[in-house]
């Protein structure tokens, strides 16, 4: 687990600011669920035989002997909440998150034991066409951040009875080449056979090269959807390649899985993932309702992003101020210009004017607004451009009545 320092921040903060107008011009609303739930939500949702389940959660029992989980991942949390406040009553729902998230795995680069996502969910929509606008709205929002060399990695996952016939296909295939398997895909073998399909294991990949496909398993009509989905991405020109072996790492995903990856990540390249859940809603005692979605992995995303412009946070002004009158009359000044929406950096050193000077000159401001004794007796503050190559003169310096706050603002703002 990391800390997110200052400067780091004010990227986060920018990528989080045009995720959520992405969002906004989406149709899409914010909803915030707990870092802890109970553990029965993830095991019923994710899959017991799943790496997040059987080796990755944060569990322990609270002081009611209850089994507590901090969130794995953002979709079971989500759903749960819908569910519990009766919001597919009023409706489709289209809904936004982000968050820590906490797994226990190896650290790696981007991605830590707490680590962040944000996310879209839909519910009610079960259109193929539905599943291109949740694709559209990713894509688009990493193409604003300016990321080239990204891959639409894309599969079908098929109907529930797709996958139990293709499952029976797999196994016999792979018990037959048994000894050839490296020692995690043997355990696989017995618990989720589909996530041998996306081992690292490069000698499992390699054999994997004649595994019987998904595709060939799925029904007619699966077929027909992940075809429609296929079209509807070129009428919006949107590159993709389809990926076999893309099976994402939860159970609760049917139909249309995706990833967008980067080859800047290495061997962690998954940049955003999600796919369609059908079944998870009607799963978690809910009806019958669709859902799709996908998440983006914060700290990948921002690894990605070193040259995207934050827009800075340079204050508008930084105030100097020294002598017993002036630092009183600078935090009124101060709260002041702030109320009109100006950022104004306030320095509370109490050390010389010089001193002062180089600070305002390292904080990026434009103007030093400058208060002493002197002018506070004279009822004025000296606005001082802080490009001047030389501070110490006074030659260019504006006088202003600090009464006068809309000249005052007028002239920091130009």
């Not at 043997?186 to 595709?215: C, E, F, G, V, W």
């Amino acid at each position: 687990m990391v800390d997110v320092l200052p400067e780091q921040t004010e990227r986060w903060q920018a990528v989080e600011k045009l995720a959520r107008e992405h969002f906004y011009r989406a149709g899409f609303k914010e909803i915030r669920t707990p870092l802890i739930e109970v553990t029965e939500l993830f095991s019923r949702s994710i899959g017991e035989a799943t790496d997040v389940v059987g080796k990755e959660m944060y569990t322990f029992s609270d002081r009611g002997d209850r089994s507590c989980t901090l969130r794995p991942e953002g979709t079971a949390s989500v759903v749960r909440a819908v569910l519990e406040h009766g919001l597919l009553n009023q409706g489709s729902q289209r809904l936004w998150y982000a968050g820590p998230m906490f797994r226990y795995e190896r650290p790696q680069a981007g991605r830590q034991r707490q680590f962040h996502q944000m996310g879209v969910e839909c519910f009610g929509l079960d259109s193929p066409r539905s599943d291109v606008e949740v694709i559209a709205i990713a894509w688009d929002f990493l193409q604003a951040l300016g990321l080239d060399s990204l891959v639409l990695e894309l599969n079908s996952l098929g109907s529930t009875e797709d996958r139990k016939n293709y499952r029976a296909l797999l196994v016999e295939w792979l018990e037959s080449r048994y000894e050839h398997l490296d020692p995690d895909s043997k355990q696989r073998l017995k618990t989720n056979p589909l996530r041998i399909l996306d081992s690292k294991n490069s000698h499992t990949q390699s054999l994997l090269q004649d595994a019987p496909t998904l595709q060939k398993s799925l029904c007619d009509e699966s077929s027909d959807r992940f075809k429609a989905v296929q079209n509807f991405l070129e009428a919006l020109q949107i590159p993709y390649k389809i990926n076999p072996k893309l099976v994402r790492g939860l159970d609760y995903y049917s139909h249309t899985a995706f990833e967008i990856t980067s080859e800047h990540l290495g061997a962690q390249a998954t940049v955003c993932g999600g796919g369609r859940y059908d079944g998870l809603v009607e799963q978690l005692g809910g009806p019958s309702v669709s859902g799709i979605g996908w998440a983006i992995g914060m700290e990948r995303l921002i690894m990605l992003l070193e040259g995207f412009k934050t827009g800075g946070s340079s204050p508008d002004a930084y105030l100097v101020n020294k002598g017993d009158k002036a630092e009183a009359k600078a935090l009124e000044l101060a709260r002041k210009l702030r109320s009109a929406s100006l950022s104004i950096e306030l320095d509370g050193s109490g050390s010389s004017f010089g001193k002062q000077f180089k600070r305002a000159n390292r904080s990026g401001a434009t103007w030093a607004v400058v208060l002493g004794d002197d002018e506070v007796n004279s009822g004025q503050v000296r606005l001082k451009k802080l490009y001047c190559s030389n501070n110490s003169s006074s030659e260019n310096d504006l006088l202003v009545d600090y009464s006068d706050l809309d000249r005052l603002l007028a002239l920091l703002r130009s």
